[in-house]
């Protein structure tokens, strides 16, 4: 080509671009495609399977009679009703040593001590609210209450009689 037949350098990279932008689209496409294609097969054997489920089931329905369904139904009630069977009756003792043995028992014996500390400053707190609450009840709070200043409802001097002047 020669100079002036020559396309300028903008329309050859946007052909380019057009280019790169139509086989980035092909391609997505074609994912897409095989993906709808793969959920269409795992749905197609999503329904067969479950068809094939519901067909054994009916099977086993049709071969059991009404009496035998009642029977059943009465049997597993009265399981349900049992009570549920002692998790420590078939345990096998734990091995313990004696030192492990002794220490149980020293931390055993440790919590009681704290406990019974515990109940013990429980009791005395106690004890001092209700000393409190005794001396608190037993102040005479029949002194009268006198406020220099009269109150927002009242007009100075309120009654000639009990108010003076000083």
Do not use: W
């Amino acid at each position: 080509m020669s100079e002036e037949n020559k396309l300028p350098d903008s329309i050859i990279s946007a052909a380019e671009r057009h280019k790169m932008i139509r086989e980035q689209s092909d391609k997505i496409e074609a994912e897409k495609a095989e993906q709808d294609r793969i959920r269409a097969e795992r749905e197609k054997k999503t329904d067969e399977r479950a068809r094939e489920q519901e067909a054994q089931f009916l099977e086993r329905v049709a071969l059991v009679s009404h009496d035998e369904t009642i029977e059943h139904l009465h049997e597993r009630i009265r399981q349900l009703r049992e009570p549920p069977p002692d998790p420590e009756k078939n345990c096998p003792p734990p091995f313990i040593t004696e030192r492990q043995r002794a220490q149980t028992l020293a931390e055993i014996e440790g919590g009681r001590m704290a406990s019974e500390k515990a109940r013990i400053r429980e009791e005395a707190n106690r004890a001092a609210h209700a000393r409190y609450e005794a001396e608190q009840k037993a102040k005479d709070y029949s002194d009268p209450v006198i406020l220099p200043n009269p109150l927002q409802s009242q007009v100075f001097p309120t009654d000639p009689r009990k108010t003076t002047l000083r």
